[in-house]
């Protein structure tokens, strides 16, 4: 694979073609008579609450099945058909989908929103959440009828009735894409666009309700893989020698960069309101670099990005899951399916980034808890 840039908010959005979406559901292009538009709206007191997006809000896009588990839903749509499947959501779409991957996430972005709104009523530097998903229209009620349910606010969708909806991601000028689907997760990170993988914990356990943690892995996340290559090509003696002569050179950014600038600038707004020991968002890096050999260059990247990491985490090899349970992140992003794995088996909600030299020497396949839709 080349390179891929990872460009800047401002970038991305001065190089946009197509005009923004004046709608709230500017993909749902026809619907059948049973199912107007106002089917598909949040409760909602007016179509005042509807506006387009505020250039200055970050935008999270997930998919129906990354926020929801709608496991046995795609057994039925593999197994019996589109038109089966459909019908089986319209029988039941005043039963509340569970919980997906992603939810517990999307709950503490809200939670910071609401805190937000405390301290700056007027700001629309807000979390931005859209359902993106390549779900048909008829589906859509059940699934606003779960998101009403669990009271999320997310007033977005974008529902392409089968075909992909990765298009669909730079008109919704969308800062990071979570799906379950790793074929369209792939396609986004090939166009620039940060995003992951979700993989369902393999047990329950409790995630803070006041503060939003997000763990992430260094090389080939944060960072580009360029360090990594080294590793994989020339050994870990090779590596730290490199590291050591490059230590003043920062490291070229990854995939996930542009996610931490985004949580670091909303961290500043509640350190200027003297919020610093209760701000709601919490960043770590987990990396299974050693702090003495090869740690002091990434710290220095951060630096030289003017970027903070609230906990940095050296692992020097040793296996991740144990230190991310006492963590216990809403989300961790790792490139690695050997660190995914780890995590999952611990009851910690991992995120998979396909990006960098790290998926050639290891392949696994979604497990059927990363069903696709």
């Not at 369902?200 to 080939?220: C, E, H, I, M």
């Not at 580009?224 to 490199?242: A, M, P, T, W």
């Amino acid at each position: 694979m080349g390179a891929i840039l990872f460009p800047t908010h401002s970038q991305y959005l001065a190089s946009l073609g197509a005009p923004h979406p004046l709608s709230p559901f500017p993909c749902v292009s026809s619907l059948p008579p049973s199912l107007s538009l106002l089917h598909l709206l949040p409760a909602c007191s007016s179509f005042d609450c509807l506006q387009p997006k505020p250039q200055n809000a970050i935008t999270v896009a997930v998919s129906s099945r990354a926020l929801f588990d709608m496991v046995k839903d795609r057994k039925i749509y593999e197994e019996e058909g589109v038109e089966t499947y459909v019908k089986y959501q319209e029988e039941n779409e005043n039963l509340p989908l569970n919980p997906g991957p992603a939810f517990y996430f999307v709950k503490a972005l809200e939670q910071v929103n609401a805190r937000l709104r405390e301290l700056y009523p007027k700001d629309e530097e807000l979390f931005d959440i859209v359902l993106m998903t390549n779900n048909h229209a008829q589906v859509g009620v059940r699934l606003i009828n779960s998101i009403n349910h669990y009271g999320l606010s997310i007033e977005r969708f974008c529902m392409t009735g089968g075909e992909s909806p990765i298009g669909y991601l730079t008109a919704y000028l969308t800062n990071l894409y979570l799906s379950a689907d790793s074929e369209k997760v792939q396609e986004a990170i090939e166009a620039g666009i940060a995003s992951a993988t979700m993989f369902t914990a393999n047990k329950d356990v409790p995630y803070s309700d006041k503060q939003l943690r997000v763990a992430f892995d260094g090389d080939a996340v944060l960072f580009s893989d360029e360090s990594e290559q080294i590793v994989k090509e020339h050994g870990l003696d090779r590596f730290f020698e490199h590291e050591q002569m490059n230590e003043n050179k920062p490291l070229a950014q990854g995939p996930l960069k542009g996610f931490l600038e985004d949580l670091g600038k909303l961290q500043k707004k509640f350190y200027a309101k003297n919020e610093r020991l209760d701000c709601p968002i919490r960043t770590y890096l987990v990396t299974a670099r050693s702090a003495a050999s090869s740690g002091a260059r990434v710290l220095k990247t951060l630096r030289s990005w003017g970027l903070e990491i609230d906990e940095a985490l050296f692992l020097a090899g040793a296996p991740k899951g144990p230190i991310l349970v006492k963590i216990r992140p809403h989300i961790f992003f790792d490139d690695q399916m050997f660190h995914i794995e780890g995590a999952q088996q611990l009851g910690t909600v991992a995120a998979h980034v396909p990006y960098g030299i790290g998926q050639k020497y290891y392949k696994s396949k979604p497990k059927d808890d990363t069903v696709k839709k």
